[in-house]
C-alpha cells in the first residue's frame, strides 16, 4: 500500500516539476532537470512517462483539462460571448507565459487527444450559446477558434513575442471574428 501511495506521490511531483521546467524552457528541457526539480531520479519519471514525449503529452492533457475545466465552469454564464472573449483573452496571457503551449508536440497520445476532444466540445457549446443570444456568428466553430488561436501563438512564438498584451491583442481579434 505505501508503494502504491510514494508512486502517486512521485508522480504528482514530477508532473508538477515538468510543468515548471516545460513551461519556463519549453522542449528544450530535459529529462533530468525535470527529475531533478522534482527531488526523484530519472529512473522514476521513465517509470511512469517512458518517453519525454509521453510526458510532455501528460502535462499537456493536464493544461487543456484544466482550461476544460474553466470552459464548463462558465457554460450558464449569463452572457455567453463575454465568458468566451474572457477566456480566449486568458488563454493568450497564459501561452505568453508557457513556452511548452507554444510548442509542437512530437506525437499525441489518445489521452491528450481525448482531451482536446472534450475541450473543443465544451468550446462548442458556449459557443453555441452565444449564437443563441446573438453575440456570436452562427458559421463560426470551435475548430474554427482554435485553427486561429493556434496560428497566431505560433507565429508570436516564433517571433519571440512574451508581452502578453500582444498575445490578449490578438486574442481580441479572433474575438471580433466570432462575434456577429
Same mark, same amino acid.
Given at each position: 500500500?505505501?508503494?502504491?501511495?510514494?508512486? =502517486?506521490?512521485?508522480?504528482?511531483?514530477?508532473?508538477?516539476? =515538468?510543468?515548471?521546467?516545460?513551461?519556463?524552457?519549453?522542449?528544450?528541457?530535459? +529529462? $533530468?532537470? +525535470?527529475?531533478?526539480?522534482?527531488? +526523484?531520479?530519472?529512473?522514476?519519471?521513465?517509470?511512469?512517462?517512458? *518517453?519525454? &514525449?509521453?510526458?510532455? =503529452?501528460?502535462? *499537456?492533457?493536464?493544461?487543456?483539462?484544466?482550461?476544460?475545466?474553466? #470552459?464548463?465552469?462558465?457554460? &450558464?454564464?449569463p452572457d455567453a460571448t463575454a465568458a468566451f472573449e474572457e477566456l480566449l483573452l486568458s !488563454?493568450?496571457?497564459?501561452? !505568453?507565459? @508557457?513556452?511548452?503551449? %507554444?510548442?509542437?508536440?512530437?506525437? $499525441?497520445?489518445?489521452?491528450?487527444a481525448a482531451s482536446r476532444a472534450r475541450c473543443r466540445a465544451a468550446m462548442q457549446q458556449l459557443m453555441d450559446r452565444g449564437v443563441e443570444q446573438g453575440?456570436?456568428? !452562427? &458559421? #463560426?466553430?470551435?475548430?474554427?477558434?482554435?485553427?486561429?488561436? @493556434?496560428?497566431?501563438?505560433?507565429?508570436?512564438?516564433?517571433?519571440?513575442?512574451?508581452?502578453?498584451?500582444?498575445?490578449? %491583442?490578438?486574442?481580441?481579434?479572433?474575438?471580433?471574428?466570432?462575434?456577429?
Amino acid at each position: 500500500m505505501r508503494d502504491r501511495a510514494d508512486a =502517486a506521490r512521485n508522480s504528482a511531483l514530477v508532473l508538477d516539476a =515538468a510543468r515548471e521546467v516545460f513551461a519556463a524552457r519549453g522542449l528544450a528541457a530535459g +529529462v $533530468e532537470e +525535470v527529475a531533478a526539480r522534482a527531488g +526523484v531520479g530519472k529512473a522514476t519519471v521513465y517509470r511512469c512517462w517512458p *518517453t519525454k &514525449d509521453a510526458l510532455v =503529452a501528460a502535462v *499537456t492533457g493536464a493544461r487543456v483539462d484544466a482550461f476544460t475545466d474553466r #470552459v464548463l465552469a462558465v457554460l &450558464d454564464a449569463p452572457d455567453a460571448t463575454a465568458a468566451f472573449e474572457e477566456l480566449l483573452l486568458s !488563454a493568450a496571457s497564459t501561452s !505568453a507565459e @508557457n513556452r511548452l503551449l %507554444h510548442t509542437g508536440l512530437t506525437s $499525441e497520445t489518445p489521452a491528450l487527444a481525448a482531451s482536446r476532444a472534450r475541450c473543443r466540445a465544451a468550446m462548442q457549446q458556449l459557443m453555441d450559446r452565444g449564437v443563441e443570444q446573438g453575440g456570436l456568428r !452562427a &458559421d #463560426v466553430t470551435a475548430a474554427d477558434v482554435t485553427l486561429l488561436f @493556434n496560428g497566431f501563438t505560433a507565429q508570436l512564438a516564433a517571433a519571440g513575442e512574451s508581452d502578453p498584451s500582444v498575445w490578449r %491583442h490578438y486574442a481580441s481579434l479572433v474575438v471580433a471574428a466570432a462575434r456577429s
